[in-house]
Each structure stands twice: as structure tokens, then as C-alpha cells.
Nanobody, 115 residues
């Protein structure tokens, strides 16, 4: 399984970005897709997660600012980020969980929020 993420970059505080992550390869049914982030010197934490049925879960720090969505036909997950803050700066990783229990990670895309 390969996960290709895109959409990271440099943005000013208050700005917005949209991350995308497409899964390809030999994939069984995906049960959940999500985004995690890791800031320098910190652990990797959940940002948002969405199940196949569309149920979502967000970290408290991003509720109301970030929206996760998915296209099941394209095995793609998106993260729309609004009102970005410097503390959102991190490497963002996409993740998929298959019904078989296999867990796959993308290489990460850097989001930098700075003026």
C-alpha cells in the first residue's frame, strides 16, 4: 500500500490549506482514514479521523477549524484546515486502517504556519 500526501506548505496565521492523501496498491476494504501530526520534539498525535460510514473524530485543538472528508471510490482522504495557528506547524501524516487490521502510513507533508 502506498499513501501519497500533498498540499502542505507555508501559510500565514489565519490562512488555510487543504491536504490530500491518496491510497494505492493492493488495498482491502478501508475501515478508517485519518491525519496525525508531529511537531518537533513532540509525539505524533491524532488530528482527525473518519470511518467508512462518515463518522468523524477530531482533536480538541482543531475542532471548528479543520474538516476531514473522504472519497471512498478514490481511496482518498482530505483535511481542510482553516484559521491556522503557529501551533499547527508540524509534519502531517495520513493513515489508513483496513478491515484486515493492517495499518499504513504516508511519508508526511510539512505544514508551516508563520508570518
Amino acid at each position: 500500500v502506498q499513501l501519497q500526501a500533498s498540499g502542505g506548505g507555508l501559510v500565514q496565521p489565519g490562512g488555510s490549506l487543504r491536504l490530500s492523501c491518496a491510497a494505492s496498491g493492493r488495498i482491502f476494504s478501508i475501515s478508517a482514514m485519518g491525519w496525525y501530526r508531529q511537531a518537533p520534539g513532540k509525539q505524533r498525535d491524532l488530528v482527525a479521523r473518519i470511518t467508512r460510514s462518515g463518522s468523524t473524530d477530531y482533536a480538541d485543538s482543531v475542532k471548528g477549524r479543520f474538516t476531514i472528508s473522504r472519497d471512498n471510490a478514490k481511496n482518498t482522504v482530505y483535511l481542510q484546515m482553516y484559521a491556522l495557528k503557529p501551533e499547527d506547524t508540524a509534519v502531517y501524516y495520513c493513515n489508513i486502517q483496513e478491515v484486515t487490521g493492517r495499518d499504513s502510513w504516508g511519508a508526511g507533508t510539512l505544514v508551516t504556519v508563520s508570518s
